[in-house]
């Protein structure tokens, strides 16, 4: 058994203005917030308990959250009132949690498939400080790199570079050894990555590597936000439950439609990403677009690359 931390305190600021009024992390993801994709998979992986470190916008995820009874796993809220980068977070959140039991820390921008109890269980036989969950990637100079030696352990935390001697980059899933958690110091902002894990690899200590190739994304972009969506939709759109779409919509591109939605008739909409409870009126025409939880949209508007809510309507860098 395992507990975990959720790191979803960021600003969010490379996916403004998706994240002007909601948190990052609460973004809807074919359907579900991003958070939730995520909950689900810890639920997966035998963790019981999850503190969902927060900070910026940090009071939309208690009404949705709760205490996690239904999703079967206990949720708790760490709030920083000022964010304390992601090894204060994760030190300030670890003060809700025991120290028997491997914690697992998960960035609360990333959708992954891998197989985090086999990570825990390669953490274990290897007697590990950290392990992190890396990935190839095609292209590593965008990330920093991690090299690691033939029995997986990691031997440097190289900066982004021109040629970078690996492809395998961070994947932002860490297992901690319980007692490595109270070396990060306490109430005080701290970088994981450029501060704790390069401290741990140069003073010897156990840092590993565990390598699964299987379904990754960071959605910290538009791009990737709506690539992931799209990814997760299985056909042409999805909508959630109590939605209703007159018969002569045309939806198409991987959209995905929230709860209790209402769409109109001879809507066109396109590659979307659509909240909950939103009215989108006869004849409107969008298409790469994001519309906020409770937004409504006029009859026969028409936009392309857009984020609209009930305040705003602004272009996405896309
Ligand atoms: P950008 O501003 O676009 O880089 O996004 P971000 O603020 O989310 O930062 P980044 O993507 O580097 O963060 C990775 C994960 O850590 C995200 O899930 C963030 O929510 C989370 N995170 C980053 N900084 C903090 C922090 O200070 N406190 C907490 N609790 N979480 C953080």
């Not at 916008?57 to 796993?73: A, N």
């Not at 920093?144 to 982004?160: H, I």
């Not at 961070?170 to 450029?194: M, Q, W």
């Not at 989108?280 to 690359?305: M, R």
Request: charged share 20%; proline share 6%; hydrophobic share 40%.
């Amino acid at each position: 058994m395992a507990v975990g931390i959720l790191l979803v305190g960021g600003f969010g600021t490379r996916l403004k203005p998706l994240t002007d009024e909601y948190p990052k992390p609460m973004l809807p993801v074919a359907g579900l917030p991003v958070t939730e994709h995520q909950v689900l998979a810890a639920k997966k992986a035998g963790i019981h308990t999850l503190v969902f470190a927060t900070s910026y916008l940090s009071e939309v995820f208690t009404p949705y959250f709760g205490d996690g009874s239904q999703w079967g796993i206990k949720i708790i809220y760490a709030v920083e009132k000022e964010p304390l980068g992601t090894g204060g977070a994760i030190r300030n959140a670890a003060e809700l949690l025991g120290r028997t039991e491997p914690i697992v820390i998960f960035n609360g921008d990333v959708l992954s498939r891998h197989s985090i109890s086999d990570q825990i269980a390669f953490h274990q036989k290897n007697s590990a400080d950290v392990t992190l969950h890396l990935i190839d990637v095609e292209d590593a100079r965008a990330f920093g790199c991690v090299p690691t030696d033939d029995s997986g352990r990691v031997t440097a935390f190289l900066e982004k570079m021109e040629n970078p001697v690996t492809q395998s980059i961070n994947a932002g899933c860490y297992i901690f050894s319980p007692d490595v958690i109270d070396k990060i110091p306490l109430g005080t902002v701290v970088s994981v990555e450029r501060e704790t894990f390069p401290a741990l690899v140069e003073s010897g200590r156990p840092v590993f590597g565990y390598k699964e190739q299987s379904y990754w994304l960071d959605v910290g972009t538009p791009a990737a936000l709506f690539k992931g969506s799209r990814d997760l939709v299985d056909g042409e759109f999805q909508a959630m439950q109590s939605t209703v779409i007159a018969p002569d919509a045309v939806i198409t591109g991987g959209t995905s439609i929230g709860a209790r939605c209402l769409i109109g008739a001879a809507t066109v909409i396109d590659d979307c990403i659509i909240g909950d409870d939103v009215i989108i009126e006869d004849g409107a025409h969008l298409s790469h677009s994001f519309i906020a939880h409770g937004a409504t949209i006029s009859a026969g508007t028409i936009k392309n690359g857009h984020y609209l809510s009930k305040k705003l309507d602004l272009p996405i860098p896309l």
